[in-house]
């Protein structure tokens, strides 16, 4: 099933009629995932369902909703529930498992509510000292200033230096394939506790992308690695 929304379609689909809870969740979860990237059993582990058939039946009947309120045509009424996930996502197969991304107008249509926040994504709660919220879960969210994870400043780091790992050297893509590609952690050289709430964030000069492991092994020590002392320890295992 093939299906063209516009962003304004999909803000007049969402609020014409109030969703509920769950079904908001729903949505933020989706949106919240790495490139708004989940399967059908990550969606049911976030949501506490019994298993993944729970996520395609509560996610298709969310999408069955919302053809029905952009009076799509040709949605036949017979159809099993998981088919009208494809309202909300497009779908790849990389592995065993279906991956629903997010379609890029329902994405925006989030962000334009005010329903997400577009400026948090993840990282490592050791970046942080004291400050934020956590939720234990589930789901577990930090939520700190936005200043401290801008994705404008991102992606500038990410022109700057590419998706490689400024320790070790490593493209994800090239160990995993398209399914990795662009996927890098940001790691600030300024640990966020001295940063001030007036602080400007330069993406060349105080970010670095690395990888998820030298990240992790940056943070087991308090202050963090230096990124010199982290090439130093990898260079080690080589001599």
């Not at 998706?163 to 300024?190: F, M, P, R, S, T």
């Not at 105080?206 to 690695?225: G, K, R």
Request: glycine residues 4%.
């Amino acid at each position: 099933m093939l299906f063209t929304i516009s962003v304004e379609d999909y803000k007049t689909a969402l609020t014409c009629k109030s969703l509920s809870d769950s079904q908001r969740k729903m949505l933020t979860v989706h949106y919240e995932a790495s490139r708004h990237n989940i399967t059908a059993s990550e969606l049911a582990k976030r949501m506490s369902f019994v298993n993944y058939n729970l996520a395609n039946l509560f996610y298709g009947k969310l999408g069955r909703i919302i053809g029905e309120r952009l009076e799509l045509k040709d949605i036949p009424e017979t159809l099993p529930e998981k088919i009208f996930v494809s309202i909300l996502a497009t779908f790849e197969k990389p592995l065993l498992e279906w991956h629903w991304i997010m379609r890029p107008e329902l994405a925006r249509a989030l962000e334009e509510l005010g329903w997400v926040n577009n400026e948090i994504t993840s990282y490592f709660p050791e970046e942080i000292n004291n400050t934020g919220t956590f939720f234990e879960g589930s789901l577990k969210k930090i939520t700190v200033n936005a200043y401290e994870r801008n994705r404008e400043a991102r992606e500038k780091c990410i022109k700057f230096y590419g998706c490689i790992c400024q320790v070790c050297g490593i493209d994800l893509c090239n160990n995993y394939g398209e399914i990795a590609k662009g996927y890098i952690h940001i790691h600030h050289l300024k640990p966020l506790s001295q940063i001030g709430e007036e602080y400007e964030i330069n993406p060349d000069l105080d970010l670095i992308p690395v990888c998820p492991n030298c990240h992790a092994v940056i943070h087991m020590s308090s202050p963090p690695y230096t990124i010199e002392e982290m090439r130093k320890i990898v260079a080690k295992k080589y001599e």
